[in-house]
Structure formats: C-alpha cells, structure tokens
C-alpha cells in the first residue's frame, strides 16, 4: 500500500510539468510579444518528444489508480497538431534532393559525409560550421564531385558552403549584424529561377539572438511570398519554435521532419530537430530522412522536393 501511496504522489511531478510543456506552441496565443519572457518560453518548447513521453508514462501511472487517466492519452497527439506546417507530399519523382549538414567547426575530414552522399546523392548540400581546413580537404577531393561550390570557411561555426550539381548564380553572403550568415543564391529548376539560401543563425541563447534569428525566418517567409523560395541549414529552431510557427510564417513550410538532429549522441535519441529544409508553396516534398552519423555533433538531414509551380 505505501508504494502504491509512493506512485500516487509521484503522478503529479511528473504530469504538470509534460502537460505544461505540450501546451507551450500554443503560448504565442495567449502571450503575444518577442521580449525576454517569450524568448525564455522558447528555450523550454523544443521538447515536445520528451513531453509527450513523460505524459504517457503519467497516465499509465495514473490509471493504475483510475482508468479515467487513459483518456489523457489523447494529448499525446498535441506535438503533431502544434508543429510547424509541412509541405505537402508528392509520389513523383524528386526535381531536386536538399541536404543539410553541421559538419562541426572542429571536424577536419569530410570522408564520412561523402561516402554517405555517394550512397544517397543530393543535387545540393548545405554545409554549415564550415572550417578552413574542412574546406581544404573538400577541395583536396574535388567537393564530393559537384560541379559547383560556394563556400565561405571560417574558423568559427558562422562558416557555410554549398555544392551543388546545378549551376548557382549571384552567389551572396550576408550578415545579421550578430556574426551569423546566410549564402543567398539563385537556381533554375524547369526554367523557373529559384531562390536558395543556406542560412545559420545564432543559437537564441539571448533575446538579441532570439530575436534576429525570428525576424531572419519571418523575413524570408515574406520575401518566399514574391519568389519561390528554399531555405536550408541549421537553423536553431525546432518545428514548435516561434521561429517557425505563426500565421506571417505560412509562406514557407517544412520539407524535412522532427526526428532530433541535436545532438548526435545516442542517435539523437534525446536532442531536437533543428536542422531543416524550408519551401515555398510551389514545392512539395517527395520524402525526408535523417542521415548517419558523419563525425559531428549534428545529424543530417536531406529531402526530396518537387516543382509543381504556383
């Protein structure tokens, strides 16, 4: 009876806190603004899984009291209905295959990377935390075989490069006043121009950071309502982020899922997603996955896009 009495107590610490956290998407509902209490808010969202999981494990503990908690188990399917939007699916062959990889600014050798792109081929790789010496060993090995590269090393994780297999026009980079880029290109797919960027923003460790990395996404979803638009790379945000959700985001949406890419450990078992590929509403995504581990602290991530036009 005492250990049943133990378990009782026990219920309620581990389901207000689960509960609380499956509910924070929502809070830009009720809690509207971009201050420091929004920006702390965000840091605790990006653990839907986990909420989730700590919710079911307090309704199986709780029904073993009163079956009444089972019907809890119906919020388990809040992180699908508060995630960020997806693009829509398609059975057709891909036009275009979209690869993001954090390469990790303390990584050297890109042999991992490589062999699995020769395994799964992307028609475009985002590399972020691209370093000079990771650089160099790409050059050493003629860039994986792409036939066309942009890439801006540095010895800090702001570094990016992109291969592509397509030919990049008007290769630009670009800085947000924090340190953080973004490589802006344009690329045709059916004869139509397309405008890729390969962006990195801060981690939002401070409101500063919280709030360019918001206004760089809210930014491109205005800009991705003109032009067709593809937005990959790390970009510190998970599908429940303010980041990416809000109706003045709905111009791009995710092509890629939210199985954890941070970190690497453990097969991401208990990280987050935040490494994606955006679209706007002329694509759909023809499938997405998370890729091996490649030596850095990061899973990749590719997905399939198909042009179906405005």
């Known amino acids: 009876m005492s250990r049943a009495r133990g378990v009782s107590r026990l ?4 389901a207000l806190p689960a509960l609380l956290g499956l509910l924070l998407p929502l809070q830009r509902a009720w809690m509207p603004g971009q201050g420091s209490v929004a920006w702390a808010l965000d840091l605790f969202v990006h653990w839907q899984p986990l ?21 809890g188990l119906t919020l388990l399917a809040l992180p699908w209905f508060t995630a960020s939007p997806v693009a829509p699916q398609s ?24 062999d699995w792109l020769d395994r799964q081929p992307a028609n475009i790789v985002v590399l972020t935390e691209l370093s000079p010496d990771y650089a160099a060993e790409l050059a050493a090995r003629n860039y994986g075989d792409f036939a066309h590269h942009a890439l801006h090393p540095l010895a800090s994780p702001p570094g990016l490069g992109v291969l592509s297999d397509r030919p990049l026009r008007n290769v630009r980079v670009l800085p947000d006043g924090l340190g953080a880029l973004r490589m802006e290109a344009e690329l045709d797919i059916h004869g139509r121009s397309i405008r890729f960027i390969a962006a990195h923003p801060k981690p939002p460790m401070a409101t500063r950071k919280y709030l360019a ?27 429940w982020s303010s980041a990416l959700l809000g109706a003045d985001l709905q111009p791009l949406k995710r092509a890629t899922g939210w199985a954890p890419t941070y970190p690497s450990e453990g097969k991401g078992v208990f990280g987050i997603g935040i490494d994606h590929v955006l679209v706007s509403s002329g694509f759909a995504q023809t499938g997405a996955e998370r890729g091996p581990d490649i030596g850095s602290d990061h899973l990749p991530v590719r997905a399939g896009l198909r042009w179906r036009g405005e």
């Open 11 to 14: 219920i309620p610490w581990i």
């Open 51 to 71: 909420y989730a999981l700590a919710w079911l494990l307090a309704c199986l503990l709780g029904a073993l009291r009163d079956r009444r908690w089972l019907l």
């Open 91 to 114: 059975d057709e062959p891909p036009d275009l295959v979209v690869t993001v990889a954090n390469v990790n600014i303390r990584q050297r050798d890109p042999t991992t990377l490589l």
């Open 213 to 239: 990395r918001d206004r760089l996404l809210r930014d491109l979803a205005m800009a991705a309502g003109r032009q067709p638009m593809i937005v990959a790379g790390d970009l510190n945000a998970t599908p």
